[in-house]
């Protein structure tokens, strides 16, 4: 008996890896462009103040519009994510993106910037979510080292945006263009993604897809992720601030201050691929930690170095780097991760992002600019301990509601 030719299995082979590659492709692509517009707020604020006639502390709220949007977009996206066809969702969210981002400067009413913030926020949250989500979706267990890479783009467009902003003001003399300029560059992107096709859910759970956390595991993460991200968003939105008003360098360097944390960042992300392959995603979120507290104790000695300055913000960038990429992976061993789950975490996140900038700015101001540092020190110490917690607590078997049937995961 003449046995199948086996030969049409590997034409469909083909387009299956054919199809994951360009779907992988506009979740990195993506990335570049929510850096790009998440990094452009920290360079940018002093000539937002001067727009809107307003102090650096009062301008700093900004922050709270764009992250309680996010917080939004997280939530909404999370739930859409998991009932239409999610490139739709995130070729929607970089429309808007693109639209936001070139409005966001062209006025000078600190309450109509604050509107328009919010709802570049919401998008990013979004695409965000969307990103995350579905990378998880198309790869399954394997999505580790594609996690770490998409957030390794996300870097890249961070790294890129301070640039960007610096050569584009020095052109035009004002912050319009870069704006308009980053903005525009979504809407190809936006037009590709919609034309691919989406993925459905499926788990990165190593022991099934119907794995559910209970509320208190959930939580635990949600928590976690509120203080690193309130970190990550922090440092860069008032580095070069910080910079500018210690007289550790003019406007333009700054910009390079805070493109040199960007840098730092983008590499510790790539390296964070082969890493994520071979070291467990606890100890690599504890050396992340301890690393940005070193960093911080830098600062904090030589608060008048500028050398000091340049170093920690590197040591800053290379330790943060990791810390939401790796906290997803450590998820992804304990639940399903599904566009609500993915939500969450990302309500953490932004009310982190929301919280922390807002009260760094507070103290900048009555304080002065070194108790900014002194405060993450304080974020990060709290981190060890809701890490050790976390780690302790997600061992604990009744913590994960399995299916019927379904095992507890080991």
């Given at each position: ?40 707020l ?52 970089l429309?808007l ?11 000078g ?107 208190r595991l ?95 913000t ?23 991760i ?73």
């Open positions: 008996m003449t046995p199948p030719d086996p030969s049409p299995a590997i034409p469909a082979a083909a387009a299956a890896k054919s199809r994951k590659t360009a779907q992988t492709a506009a979740y990195f692509l993506g990335f570049v462009g929510l850096g790009l517009t998440s990094a452009s920290g360079p940018t604020l002093p000539s937002l103040a001067e727009h809107t006639h307003t102090r650096l502390a009062e301008v700093s709220f900004l922050f709270t519009a764009r992250w309680l949007g996010y917080l939004f977009g997280a939530v909404l996206g999370g739930r859409l994510y998991d009932r239409v066809r999610g490139h739709q969702v995130m070729a929607g969210g429309v993106m693109a639209l936001t981002m070139a409005l966001a400067p062209a006025t009413w600190l309450a109509l910037v604050a509107l328009v913030l919010l709802v570049l926020g919401l998008a990013e949250g979004a695409v965000d979510v969307g990103g995350n989500a579905l990378l998880v979706w198309v790869h399954g267990s394997q999505v580790g080292p594609f996690m770490n890479g998409l957030h390794f783009f996300f870097g890249v467009g961070a790294l890129l945006s301070p640039v960007i902003v610096a050569q584009l003001v020095l052109v035009s003399g004002d912050i319009q263009l870069p704006y308009t300029a980053m903005g525009l560059l979504l809407l190809p992107l936006a037009l590709w993604t919609a034309r691919l096709p989406s993925p459905s859910f499926r788990t990165a759970a190593p022991d099934g897809p119907a794995a559910r956390p209970s509320v959930l939580a635990l993460f949600v928590v976690f992720f509120f203080i690193c991200e309130g970190a990550a968003a922090g440092f860069p939105g008032w580095i070069y601030s910080y910079a500018v008003t210690l007289g550790l360098g003019d406007r333009t360097s700054a910009a390079y201050l805070t493109s040199a944390y960007w840098g730092a960042f983008t590499l510790a992300r790539l390296l964070a691929i082969p890493i994520s392959t071979r070291t467990r995603p606890r100890y690599i979120l504890l050396a992340d930690l301890l690393g940005g507290l070193l960093s911080l104790g830098v600062i904090l000695a030589w608060t008048q170095s500028q050398a000091a300055t340049w170093l920690a590197i040591g800053l960038g290379m330790s943060l780097a990791s810390l939401f990429p790796t906290t997803i992976l450590l998820a992804g061993r304990r639940m399903a599904t566009g609500q789950v993915t939500g969450w975490f990302f309500v953490g996140a932004s009310l982190g992002n929301m919280t922390f900038p807002v009260l760094f700015g507070q103290l900048f101001d009555s304080v002065g600019p070194p108790a900014i540092m002194g405060a993450m020190a304080v974020e990060l110490v709290l981190a060890v301990a809701v890490l050790a917690i976390l780690i302790r607590f997600a061992r604990s078997p009744g913590l994960v509601r399995p299916a019927p049937g379904q095992a507890h995961p080991a």
